[in-house]
């Protein structure tokens, strides 16, 4: 086979203990050179002399857990290609399996082209990555915790959560607080609630009795002050996250005006009377977190929060992503393609990136459930013919296509609103029906009716 790389070295990296293996072109020769280095700073900035050193700058490795992460972290700096790669993807040979070996396995592959790189993205992205999901946790704990005073509350007969919409809301929170405080009058509690809240001080009054014991209380407080604690983290992630996006601001181009029709890309469906894309200017191609935010945001159902978290998982480098299916099929949200004997015997989603799959979900969701608008007409179409998840799933992947266009073409997100479904959906029905003509026989022309 041809050899791509002159000198190149493969990793077989551990939790404490890294084997490299380093081929080295020589005429019609391959020279190898083995070493054990440790995964300490130290012994991380030894292997990187020692690549230095025997003059290699090609370097790959498998993706072990979150071992490879030091190690990449270490060598992007100095090295001119560091490659991680899906461990499934170079599975030696059945047969003796050693660390020397692997780490052999990985460098010849290597030398000769024969692996594929995953995605990383750069180190201001992989942080703003960290800080999203971090929050995304918080948030998820918040909802355990939460889970756990319903839970509480059941087993001491107060059936607060039959008459307010949140157990942890502002009124809800009070009343909870009089509870824990003593308070037994149940008409003085139920006044506690905000004069806005739908369930009348009757109700309030019915749900608000039952046994508290000494255990409830204790239980309760440790929790409320749990979700309280949360919370204060919660708030201190999305300042931090505002913060990098704004700092990592450059100076906004000139894009269209509400008042003025957005430029956008042309969409299945889109007459050729729609304004053409708008090429960027020159000096429009620097990009900035903060204008992709924007951008996303104004997509129906994504939240400055989801646009947050989308931007951080995706990027704002679309030319990473061959075109928009390349895209989809790395978030997962593209039907699989299962067909043997020629038979489709199954079309689930792929695997991918799990948490710009939650987003893209829940802003379909928040987007299904919208008036007037384009997704709002297509979730609703589509239900009808496949069901509430698959719409959904649907949606989530008409949404990534339009956040691939948005931030390709840096263009402001243009509504459509619902007529343009129901024109695709004449349209269908039109050649569905000539087909169905055409497979009988007939030739067929369409022509307007008058009445029409």
């Known amino acids: 086979m041809q050899v791509v790389y002159q000198c190149c070295c493969g990793l077989d990296v551990h939790k404490k203990v890294i084997v490299a ?20 700073y130290q012994e991380l900035r030894r292997l990187e002399a020692w690549l230095r050193e025997v003059g290699c700058s090609h370097v790959a490795m498998e993706s072990t857990g979150v071992y490879w992460r030091p190690v990449f972290n270490i060598l992007e700096e100095s090295c001119e290609q560091v490659i991680i790669v899906n461990a499934q993807h ?46 995304k946790q918080l ?10 005073v319903q839970k509480i509350l059941e087993d001491t007969n107060i059936k607060l959560a039959s008459v307010v919409s949140d157990i942890t809301g502002r009124s809800a929170l009070k009343m909870l607080h009089a509870l824990l405080d003593g308070q037994k009058e149940v008409k003085e509690i139920a006044k506690l609630a905000h004069p806005r809240l739908r369930a009348t001080p009757e109700e309030l009054e019915q749900a608000l009795t039952g046994h508290l014991r000494d255990h409830h209380r204790f239980l309760l407080r440790q929790a409320l002050k749990h979700l309280e604690a949360l919370e204060e983290h919660i708030v201190d992630f999305d300042q931090e996250i505002a913060r990098r996006i704004e700092a990592d601001w450059e100076p906004e181009p000139q894009i269209p005006s509400p008042q003025e029709p957005p430029e956008v890309h042309q969409q299945e469906g889109q007459s050729s009377e729609e304004p053409a894309q708008r090429e960027p200017a020159a000096d429009e191609k620097a990009q900035g977190y903060r204008l992709a935010v ?12 989801l646009a947050q978290v989308l931007v951080a998982e995706i990027g704002i480098d679309m030319t990473r992503f061959a075109n928009e299916h390349h895209l989809a099929s790395w978030a997962g949200v593209c039907p699989g393609s299962k067909i043997s004997a020629g038979k489709r015997l199954s079309g689930k989603t ?25 997704l709002g007409a297509l979730y609703r179409r589509l239900k009808t013919r496949l069901g509430g998840k698959k719409a959904v799933m649907a949606v989530a992947h008409r949404i990534l296509i339009i956040i ?12 459509y609103g619902e007529q343009v479904v129901d024109e695709r ?3 269908a029905r039109k050649r569905r029906a000539i087909r169905q003509l055409e497979t009988m026989g007939y030739q067929v022309q369409l022509q307007q009716a008058e009445s029409a």
Do not use: M
């Not at 050693?98 to 942080?127: C, M, N, V, Y």
């Not at 802003?363 to 608008?373: C, D, E, L, Q």
């Open 21 to 40: 293996c380093v081929l080295i072109v020589r005429g019609n020769e391959v020279h190898r050179d083995i070493q054990r280095f440790g995964t300490t």
């Open 404 to 415: 691939y266009h948005l931030l390709k073409d840096r263009e402001l997100y243009h509504e």
């Open 350 to 374: 792929t695997k991918g990136n799990r948490y710009v799959r939650d987003a893209l979900v829940e802003a379909a969701r928040a987007a299904a459930n919208s008036k007037g608008t384009f």
């Open 139 to 148: 948030i998820e704990e918040r909802s355990r915790v939460t889970n756990r």
């Open 294 to 305: 924007t951008l996303l945001d104004g997509i129906p159902g994504i939240s400055t929060r």
């Open 425 to 427: 959906l004449e349209e």
């Open 90 to 135: 170079i599975k030696a040979v059945p047969g003796r399996k050693t660390d020397i070996k692997d780490a052999q396995w990985i460098a010849d592959l290597f030398q000769h082209g024969l692996l594929r790189p995953s995605f990383i993205p750069p180190r201001r992205q992989r942080e703003l990555r960290e800080l999203t999901r971090g929050r």
